[in-house]
């Protein structure tokens, strides 16, 4: 089984820490926190946020007991967390897993790619969808989109541009044969593989959630 699946009643605290957070409530999906606290524990967004969602119900008795117990003392809840963090496991996650099978998924797209660290497979998911909205004239840094979206990401627009460049040798209704010396082409591909099959409007989105990581 791998460790993503792993899920401990002790991690409805630190679900609680953020859902308390202002403004209070449920976070978004790909939120930065959401998205650092899952890569914490390695467990998907997804399941996160549908556990945040049970607190936001108070499903079941046990959670009633955590919000009673903590959500009105938010110095107790702290430093609940700061222990349960203090535990092996947390900053030891190669001696909390050991002997466990490790299977990446989610994580590498938040991580850098080797060909260029500004960049990652989630950045470049983003990338793509932008791709789809745009024709090969208006992939260039003056575009306000591309400005724009270089602005939401926080990395200049050259490199947003070296990104759409190279999904056009990945894009088989350009059918471009020029060569292209650029270190996004493997990556972009690696994306275009993953995603460039399906509906550009299932694909944007998609994209419209994970942009909530980067406000």
């Excluded at 963090?85 to 001696?95: C, I, V």
Aim: charged share 25%; aromatic share 10%; with cysteine.
């Amino acid at each position: 089984m791998g460790r993503h699946t792993q899920w401990h009643d002790d991690y409805w605290l630190m679900l609680l820490q953020l859902y308390l957070k202002n403004p209070v409530g449920l976070k978004p999906l790909y939120c930065r926190p959401m998205v650092d606290l899952a890569m914490e524990l390695h467990i998907p967004p997804q399941v996160l946020h549908r556990r945040m969602e049970q607190i936001d119900r108070l499903d079941t008795p046990r959670i009633e007991r955590i919000w009673q117990t903590y959500s009105q003392n938010p110095k107790r809840l702290t430093r609940a967390v700061r222990l349960l963090r203090s535990m092996k496991g947390f900053g030891l996650a190669e001696e909390f897993y050991e002997g466990v099978e490790l299977q990446e998924t989610f994580e590498k797209d938040f991580r850098p790619i080797p060909e260029e660290p500004r960049l990652t497979p989630m950045m470049l998911t983003v990338l793509l969808s932008l791709y789809f909205q745009l024709t090969p004239a208006t992939m260039v840094a003056e575009t306000p989109e591309v400005q724009q979206m270089a602005r939401l990401m926080k990395i200049n627009t050259d490199l947003a541009v070296q990104a759409l460049n190279a999904f056009m040798h990945c894009d088989p209704y350009l059918n471009r044969h020029d060569f292209i010396l650029s270190p996004l082409l493997l990556p972009c591909q690696q994306i275009w593989q993953r995603y460039g099959s399906i509906e550009p409007q299932q694909l944007a989105t998609y994209v419209e959630e994970l942009k909530e990581y980067f406000k």
